[in-house]
């Protein structure tokens, strides 16, 4: 059995001191479940490698942000709300259609 795993917020502490192997690990460990999300949105598997890929480079970017995030919730993903979800894939009415 292997070492336990380090926790998110862990990750995203040493991502805050410029550990890219930090991003690397939460990346290996989110990618599946970000990657779904994007493609359930945009419908087009190159689109949402694009987002994936776009997601990374701005969670690099926001380093400071995501840490004070991530300390108020112990963790990086979180399941979204069914009122989030309706107005990510069908805008903030609820109208339109999901894709």
Do not use: F, K
Request: glycine content about 12%; proline content about 6%.
């Amino acid at each position: 059995m292997g070492a336990p795993a380090t926790a998110d917020y862990v990750l995203v502490e040493r991502m805050a001191r410029r550990d890219e192997r930090a991003l690397g690990e939460l990346y290996d460990r989110h990618r599946g479940l970000v990657y779904s999300l994007a493609l359930a949105i945009v419908g087009e598997r190159a689109d949402a490698d694009e987002v994936v890929a776009d997601a990374l480079a701005q969670a690099w970017r926001n380093r400071p942000g995501l840490r004070r995030r991530a300390r108020q919730r112990g963790g990086v993903a979180h399941p979204p709300s069914r009122a989030r979800e309706r107005s990510i894939c069908c805008g903030p009415a609820g109208g339109g259609r999901a894709p």
